[in-house]
């Protein structure tokens, strides 16, 4: 059957995957290896012309690796994938390969603290700045801030860690009027929750670190190209260059465009950025976040519905000031949230704990089941306090811009048994407020 006949429960078991490929194995196997046989020299001259696909070297391509990307393309309803060594590795590729030669990246500061840190410090140094938008809220703030260097607009569908909602299908639109891609980070909502690509997302990056493989085991990032953005249209001239290395069988260079009409983004994030910068994905690291998407849809609508029930308990304490969630009573964001995300917002979001700063530290350190980590998207509750941890390398102000105050504790919910998550954060609460 063809992939988009498939439901999505099917092909997070089943995508990218034929055992009669390979032994027969009913489980994907972990090609252990770092270079593949040739099979004798006109195999070679059909692989280094391209006239056909296979495996060469693990740094660009292993077995393994290929059955992860094919099934997280399908999922998306995506052309092509490309994973890679971490999420960071994949927002990296992708901002590189879109502003390649210098340009300006339009994003906003509701971002995870770490990506907002590589945009002041790295990528200007290779001739790529960054704007953010005045109101992420406002589409208007968008389009006064686009200008003719802006090479892409990058924002998360749901933001770490305020769990903020964009409006994929504007930013979309107004993306494509300027003939720019729309990149997003889909990290928190997955495709389960959310298919970007719908809505005219032209990118998808994930940390396959979190949600998506779901363990907390496994370091990986995916990056996901729709196949619907036109390349070709002047604002990328390096698209158009031609290589030595995709010569034709006459030696002719030729570009990407020509050589991969169909994905010419993923193949030119992979020989060339994979290639050479070298953050490739382990084959048994592979292996663990499809064994982690392989119960996606069931992991994440448990953690949904343990979410809204904690956030639900929260609303009741006089110790919480403030819960910034789409589920959460008054949130802003409920009407894209109904829009978007049907099945539910994910399972990350924060609260405000009203109490002095040695009151959060004592509630931080009584907490017993929730794991004290800088990660999210686990089968495991976690807690952390992100102004001094996951966002400590922002500045007050850059602090401010995003919507973090001193009081905010983020919370990602896992599967455990939601009245024991409960009873956890009640003995915490008791203990920090116990004078």
Same mark, same amino acid.
């Given at each position: 059957m063809a992939k988009e006949e498939l439901g999505f429960d099917t092909l997070k078991v089943r995508g990218g995957y034929n055992p009669h490929d390979h032994h027969n194995a009913a489980s994907v196997p972990i090609y252990q290896t770092a270079s593949y046989e040739l099979g004798g020299t006109e195999r070679v001259n059909r692989l280094f012309s391209f006239e056909e696909l296979g495996f060469l070297y693990t740094r660009?391509?292993?077995?393994?690796?290929?059955?992860?990307?094919?099934?997280? /393309? /399908?999922?998306?309803?995506?052309?092509?994938?490309?994973?890679? =060594?971490?999420?960071? /590795?994949?927002?990296?590729?992708?901002?590189?390969?879109?502003?390649? =030669?210098? =340009?300006?990246?339009?994003?906003?500061?509701?971002?995870?603290?770490?990506?907002?840190?590589?945009?002041?410090?790295?990528?200007?140094?290779?001739?790529?700045?960054?704007?953010?938008?005045?109101?992420?809220?406002?589409?208007?703030?968008?389009? =006064? /801030?686009?200008?003719?260097?802006?090479?892409?607009?990058?924002?998360?569908?749901?933001?770490?860690?305020?769990?903020?909602?964009?409006?994929?299908?504007?930013?979309?639109?107004l993306a494509h009027a300027h003939d720019i891609p729309l990149i997003v980070d889909n990290t928190v909502a997955t495709p389960y929750l959310l298919n970007p690509i719908r809505y005219g997302a032209d990118i998808v990056v994930y940390s396959a670190t979190k949600a998506l493989g779901g363990h907390g085991n496994a370091i990986a990032g995916v990056i996901v190209e729709s196949g619907k953005f036109n390349w070709d249209n002047g604002k990328f001239p390096h698209f158009s260059e031609p290589y030595h290395t995709l010569r034709d069988r006459q030696g002719k260079p030729r570009n990407f465009l020509e050589v991969f009409p169909d994905a010419p983004f993923s193949f030119r994030v992979r020989l060339n950025y994979l290639a050479y910068f070298g953050a490739s994905l382990s084959p048994f690291d592979a292996y663990l976040i499809l064994q982690g998407i392989e119960t996606l849809s069931e992991r994440v609508q448990k953690q949904v519905s343990n979410t809204e029930k904690i956030i639900h308990y929260l609303e009741t304490k006089t110790e919480v000031s403030w819960i910034k969630h789409p589920a959460a009573r008054n949130s802003p964001y409920k009407t894209l949230a109904e829009k978007y995300l049907p099945k539910g917002a994910g399972s990350l979001f924060t609260f405000g704990f009203n109490g002095t700063d040695k009151q959060n530290s004592t509630f931080i350190d009584a907490i017993k089941l929730f794991g004290y980590q800088a990660n999210i998207g686990d089968s495991r509750s976690l807690i952390i306090n992100s102004p001094k941890t996951t966002h400590g390398e922002l500045t007050l102000e850059e602090q401010q811009r995003a919507d973090i105050t001193s009081d905010t504790i983020r919370l990602s919910i896992g599967l455990e048994d939601a009245n024991d998550l409960i009873a956890d954060l009640e003995q915490a609460f008791g203990q920090a407020f116990a004078d």
């Open positions: 660009i391509g292993n077995p393994t690796v290929t059955v992860l990307e094919e099934r997280v /393309a /399908a999922l998306d309803g995506a052309v092509a994938a490309v994973a890679v =060594g971490s999420g960071m /590795a994949a927002i990296t590729y992708t901002l590189l390969n879109v502003a390649e =030669g210098g =340009g300006r990246i339009l994003t906003t500061p509701y971002l995870y603290g770490g990506t907002v840190d590589s945009f002041k410090k790295i990528y200007p140094q290779f001739g790529i700045t960054f704007d953010q938008v005045a109101n992420p809220n406002d589409l208007e703030s968008f389009r =006064g /801030a686009i200008t003719p260097e802006t090479k892409a607009i990058y924002v998360e569908t749901i933001s770490n860690p305020n769990a903020t909602v964009a409006d994929i299908e504007a930013l979309a639109i």
